[in-house]
């Protein structure tokens, strides 16, 4: 395990012993693959503006992560980032996918802080976003674009909007949208299994296309008045 500051600019880290990083890992380039395990603990920073490709490999986080420029590629079928129960994931670049990838996987177990301006998309071209844990939609519009099943919360604040476009999305026992900002389905086909607090808050609720199955009982709020 390593303590110290770890830059990583470009070029390719790799091999087959697990890796764990307890202090800070500064990320701005460059491939991280293999088949060992790769742990960070501390604070990582992911910025500037090339891709950081995790490429075939498992990361789990137990810190803090931001992102604050460029994407998160998670490239490849082996490619899963679990944001483990302890672990903080602050989004805040502008980039209108910021975390993308072909065939991977995102377990949310911990926090996701969906922290962009305007439009942006998770979930391009991956296998799943499964979310365990709490997802708050702080600015703009969060457009999860692959399926997923979950457990946890999904927390929608004043002015914002989560929008699931894509795939099957299983809101199963546990999960729960709630807040006063807009829920929307563009193209997904949700299986609310549960709760869908937001509905009773007088915030917005839209289908423009895909499939709302509404499978416990639901109450809609009239709007609320200022």
Known sequence: ASTTPFNFSGGTLGGSGNLTINGTFNWSGGTLTGSGSFTTTGASTLSGAADKTLTNRTWNNQGTVGLTAGRLHLNGAGSVFTNQASGVVNVSTNDANPIF??????????????????????????????????????????????????SGLYAVDTGTTLEFNTGTRNLNAGSNVTGLGTLTVSGSTVNANNLLGIATTGAALNISSGTLNLNNALTIAAPTTP
């Open 101 to 150: 990838g072909s065939a991977s996987t995102f377990n949310n177990a911990g926090t996701l802080n969906w922290n962009t301006a305007g439009l942006s998309a998770l979930g391009s071209s991956m296998n799943a976003f499964n979310n365990a844990g709490t997802v708050n939609v702080n600015s703009g519009t969060l457009r999860i674009i692959t399926g997923g099943t979950d």
